[in-house]
């Protein structure tokens, strides 16, 4: 066996082994394998299918690739797992077809309303206003003609707004004389009556008080998102805002389903700012460790700086091309985001910040660049989304060792919009500059978001290789990265962003057995096909975690 195919000299036979098909270890050096022999979880041994042979014991699982391929397991770099399960399991999806109309919305928010006795609360997900035909939001008057007893509250598709019917702003106390919280606003007829929409972190006054969020309900919508990600080849997931949906009660639930063995994802958290007790006194706590494991740990905290582009609440350098004289809004004022930045810094924090307009990831950059030493404090800052960043603003972060996690999936899912209506082509062409953070420097990982767009990475793969909107044109091409990066942004390079690329990402011997197994290699088919590639199997740890249903079992030679 080849120095690179050894592990470790081992005497004792393998727990489990996988063979016979292509090994893309995503290594520095790219090496590809044939095999791979695991114990303990960990990977001992790379090799051809004849050297890895020699470790299989009576007891080892083996699982026959069948000519495919097997890649490290993918890690997701931004999700919001509580939130997708939620989804998941909600009475309304407001996004799927045929959703093209408002009235198509209400019949599905009737539907839920004649399954639930009078009061009970009716939730739904997804809508995008920018897609609808009456080209506007529901109103609570759409939602109380089809529910006037019933409170309804239905999310965005960004996350970033709801709209609630008359019964549901009752239920929480908003009325005319509501003021707009700080960072939100409460949309107004010209009576001044709630129409109600509520933008940012008005939409809190709502979500924060919905029943259905206990630990146990969370508990149940993680295990939701579990599933899922397993299906899609993810081993690990960095939830970026842990608190955002149920509070405190979120990160209980993800403390139970760990210690009760219930999560088989392996789970980073970004801990939403508000929940860090003394971080408003500019007094933080320190990181509490206790909990820390291989399959949930506390790595940081998120803050939210501004809003969404397609709501037109992400903060601007320059106006929106649909209404110019609009530029956003910060949800955290740049001094107080500074503030808070430095204080997590000091008291041991990796912080991960939202920005996704320009304004606002100057105001990100400046707080990072505050922190002293010109490469940073070692703590590996983040951006998240960063989606109309600069190329003067990429030099910034590459000068502080600023790390960028990219929203890539807007490229498909919200690119022709940015092009026609909220950016325009020179700022749409270079949302997600990946080519240039590359030639720069920048440790970036990938990410879909979820629920905010679906979940697989072989689509975000895809989205940076081919740079294709909706209607099938190709936005920024000089922005696109090869597969072989691409790649690397869902798995070792996204692992850096939490501190783990010596624990997973790529395999290779002493790192996790965490693998995802494709239909075929995506560094040889035709870039078109990556996103039709399937994930045939997905394993953790040496154990399967998830097959698809015709892809043969591990075995033992027993």
Known sequence: MEDFARGAENDRAADFVALGGTVLTLDRAGRR??????????????????????????????????????????????????????????????????????????????????????????????????????????????????????????????????????????????????????????????????????????????????????????????????????????????????????????????????????????????????????????????????????????????????????????????????????????????????????????AGWQVAVHGNGDAAIDAIIDGYSRLGAPDGTGRRHRIEHCQTVREDQLDRMAAHDVLASFFIKHVYYWGDRHHDTFLGPERARRISPLASARKRGIHFGLHSDTPVTPVPPLEGIWCAVRRTTREGVVLGPEQAIDVDAALRGYTIDAAYLAGEEDLKGSLEAGKLADLAVLSDDPTTVDPDRLRSLRVEATVSGGEIAWRHASFPDARSPR
């Open 33 to 346: 394998a044939g095999a791979l022999a695991a114990k303990a979880g960990r990977i001992i041994a790379i090799g051809t299918d004849r050297e890895i042979a020699e470790l299989i014991g009576p007891d080892t699982r083996v699982l026959d690739l069948g000519g495919r391929t097997a890649i490290p397991g993918f890690v997701e770099s931004h999700n919001h797992p509580a939130f997708f399960g939620m989804t998941l399991a909600a009475p309304v999806d407001a996004g799927s077809p045929p959703n093209d109309t408002i009235d198509d919305i209400a019949g599905r928010v009737a539907q839920a309303v004649s399954d639930r006795g009078p009061g009970e609360w009716v939730r739904g997900f997804r809508y995008d206003d920018t897609l609808l035909a009456d080209r506007r939001h529901p109103a609570r008057s759409d939602l109380d003609a089809v529910s006037p007893r019933n409170p309804v509250v239905l999310t965005h598709v960004s996350g970033h707004f709801c709209v609630a019917n008359s019964a549901a702003l009752r239920e929480v106390g908003i009325t005319a004389t509501t003021p707009d919280p700080p960072g939100g606003h409460i949309a107004r007829d010209e009576r001044g009556e709630p129409t109600g929409l509520l933008v940012e972190t008005a939409a809190f006054l709502v979500t924060s008080r919905l029943p259905g969020q206990s630990a146990d309900d969370l508990a149940d919508a993680l295990r939701l998102a579990d599933a899922e990600y397993l299906a899609n080849g993810i081993t690990s997931v960095h939830d970026t805002g842990i608190g955002l949906i149920g509070g405190s009660a979120e990160l209980e639930a993800y403390r139970t389903l760990w210690r009760t063995g219930g999560l088989r994802t392996r789970i980073r958290g970004y801990l939403f700012d508000g929940l860090v007790p003394g971080l408003a006194e500019g007094r933080p706590e320190r990181p509490d460790l206790v909990d820390a494991g291989d399959r949930f740990a506390l790595t940081g905290v998120k803050i939210i700086a501004d809003g969404s582009i397609q709501g037109r609440t992400g903060c601007l350098a320059e106006g929106y091309t649909c209404d110019p004289g609009e530029h956003g809004m910060m949800l955290v004022e740049p001094a107080d985001l500074g503030q808070r930045i430095a204080a997590l810094d000091a």
